[in-house]
């Protein structure tokens, strides 16, 4: 079965960087879409990034356009999100999600069908 383990998330000064990744298992990857999404305590679960395995098709929530940049390292398996100037308002639980259904390019939640536990991000002021 498929599995999204994330890593990287932590406490970090605004203005700081991080790198989140989201290591992949469990099937060929090479038809799917990869995203980050992320949860802030009392808010909805929303979109950060999109890209597809093939490193095609990236696209960003305004809030992350010139500033995160989403990638996949296909000898590893895994998909990072590079977090430059980050503000406290992007503290939250980052999720990675996987969409296996080929050719879409939607950015909601609902879409994703492989999800993984979430690394807490933590932008202090």
């Known amino acids: 079965q498929v599995q999204l383990v994330e890593s990287g998330g932590g406490l970090v000064q605004a203005g700081g960087s991080l790198r989140l990744s989201c290591a992949a298992s469990?099937?060929?990857?090479?038809?799917?879409?990869m995203a980050w999404f992320r949860q802030a305590p009392g808010k909805e679960r929303e979109f950060v990034a999109r890209?597809?395995?093939?490193?095609?098709?990236?696209y960003y929530a305004d809030s992350a356009k010139g500033r995160f940049t989403i990638s996949v390292d296909h000898a590893k398996n895994t998909v990072y999100l590079q977090m430059n100037n980050l503000k406290p308002e992007d503290t939250a639980v980052y999720y990675c999600?996987?969409?296996?259904?080929?050719?879409?390019?939607?950015?909601?939640?609902?879409?994703?069908?492989?999800w993984g536990q979430g690394t807490q991000v933590i932008v202090s002021s």
């Open positions: 890209i597809n395995w093939s490193g095609s098709g990236t």
């Open positions: 999600a996987a969409d296996s259904t080929s050719g879409r390019t939607g950015i909601t939640p609902g879409q994703y069908n492989y």
């Open positions: 469990g099937r060929t990857f090479s038809s799917y879409a």
